[in-house]
């Protein structure tokens, strides 16, 4: 059976009748409270007036101790309207006379009062009244307050019934024209009658069917233009399908292959590697694999600039791929780094002499611009599968022996088990120096540096040593390039920055004021952060920033030159001398050192020591010392290892010595006492 509905009228006069109904049971109960509390508070005073008159009558009989009077007293109180308890007590409270018996209920009054005499109280008076009327005047008013609701509500339920009738009319109308709709029928117009809020509905229903009907007629116009483009787009899915056949194609082979040189990429080698040792395995065929690196290529695109070293790249490319046969692969795995997969090559000998031939073909000079540019390189080669039949193992060897072929510069190894020992050892002092630096266990000797016109010390170089725990006290050409060719030498630059500034200020504050130099690398002055990083240590160190020397190679200043001036100034700018370091081995020219705010050059110590054998390191030292003294700029010469070399120094008006003659680097404490050795 299916519910039963409700018309909107009905629900709305239905509401209507209980929110009236609802409001006027609210009067009810409000006026019936009322009418409740006053006739209490009305009852409570009369019963509080009949006690006092109690205890008045009630005084002389108290006073005497007549209780027979009291008595008579109690009786004549209880005959008034609604008394139903009266009693008395004495001064003590003992109970002297009472009549009726006290209730506790609904209407039900009580009221005490005391018995005084010139100020003095003999007993107490209590009287209780019961109000037997108010119960019949309550259900006269409910009676009463019910017609009126009774007849409130039918003159409500008529007004809603009227108002309902007309509402539904136009309502009526309204859900006609929506049946209309749903039926798919628009631009019909309802009839409007009267001014109010429904019309101006049904008004704006009109206004909708309208334009209903208009978007119907732009869909239809636009279905049969969709169906036109349609048609078209099909001719077009054929021509396209054709250009992205061609597209994937050229897609696949950028993916493939190096952008630059046309080489297959890492991704095609480790392919081919894959498919070449699933052929060896399968028919017992060799291979070799080698890693071939340039040595000094970021030299070179530092210096020429990075298009010089693209076309450097691409000619590399082009040699390589002329002298190797068809069936090998020539691949550029990123960088200055290629890679060569030779089947067929089963021992080391053929390996070398592919190698060899590679090697010369490279030491060609080759033209850049107008330079002329000649490159080497290290190669180190695997055989399959003698040293491994795995690709990844292949690779990771081949780079074994190209690392051991360019540290030794022998410019070409097979892979030995001792190298992948080497690796191996060279992974763990680097996680060792890791460790190290994070818990401090570096240490720094300084070596003093003297000025030549007064023979006083001025300074110190701070150079670090890692006391390591199985090879010994290690100096830092063991660990320093380890730390450059990875990420720990921003955190070891820094922490021998923090310590050298610690010391600067631990000798400042004993009333020497020597500047510390520390060294810095190439990578750390291309950091953009680098002054800022600086200017916070030496903040935190408490140390005068005129106390800390920079230490910049002049080949590190060469590499990016731009950062590198943009560096110095802003060290300079809060205090910090730069100097630039093994002088006179780089290629830096006059006008570029103009522009660098340094404070003082270092001279190489290559061309400091053989000044008393060699008549042209003296005329460089010379030129040195003159160049430097025209741009403002304080020398040290470095290296001085005999009285001989530090009194021709003098006489060529350096500033400032150092070396072996003058001191060894010693730790802190030593060199404490050598100054006082020295005083």
Partial sequence: MPPMTLSFRTKMIAGIALIQILFLLAILMSGLTVLSQSRAQALMTRVKGDARL?????????????????RRIVRQVMRNRGVIYAAAWDGDGRPLAHAGRAIEGAHVYRAQASVMVDKTSYGKVEIEVRDRRFGPILVRASHRILAIALGEIMLVGLASWLF???????????????????SGELGFQLPVAGHDELARMIIGFNTMSAQLKTLQ????REHHEVLAANERLERRVYERTEELAVANRELEYRAMHDPLTGLPNRILLQDRLFQAIRAGHREAT??????LDLDGFKDIN????????DLLLQEVARRIVARLRQSDTAARLGGDEFALLLPGVANGADAEIVARKLLDALRV????????????????????????????????HADRAMYEAKRTRQGFLSFAPAMDEAGDDRLRLQVGLERAIRHGDLVLHYQPTVNLATGEVSGAEA??????PVLGMLAPARFVPLAERTDLIGPLTFFVLRQAATQARAWAERGRRLAVAVNVSAVSLSDSGFADRVERILQEAGVAPGLIELEVTE????????RAQAAIRALSGFGVHVAIDDFGTGYSSMAYLRRLAVAKIKIDKSFVMDMGVSRNDSVIVRSIIDLGHSLGLKVIGEGVESAETMAILAGLGCDYAQGFHIARPMGAEAFDTWLQQRA
């Fill in 463 to 468: 150079l670090v040593r890692w006391p390591h």
């Fill in 217 to 220: 007629d732009e869909a239809t």
């Fill in 365 to 396: 000079p080759t033209a850049i611009g107008d330079q002329a540019v000649s490159v080497t390189a290290s190669c180190g080669a695997v055989l399959f599968p003698s040293h491994g039949d795995e690709g990844s193992t292949l690779l990771r």
């Fill in 54 to 70: 109690f205890a008045t009558a009630s005084a002389n009989a108290l006073v005497s101790d007549d209780i027979g009077a009291l």
């Fill in 164 to 182: 309902g009738r007309y509402l539904m009319r136009q309502v009526a109308a309204i859900e006609a024209g929506v049946a209309r709709i749903a």
């Fill in 555 to 562: 080949t590190a200043l060469m590499r990016d030159p731009e």
């Fill in 286 to 291: 060799p291979f070799a694999l080698m890693i």
């Fill in 302 to 309: 530092d210096g020429l600039g990075h298009e010089a070293g």
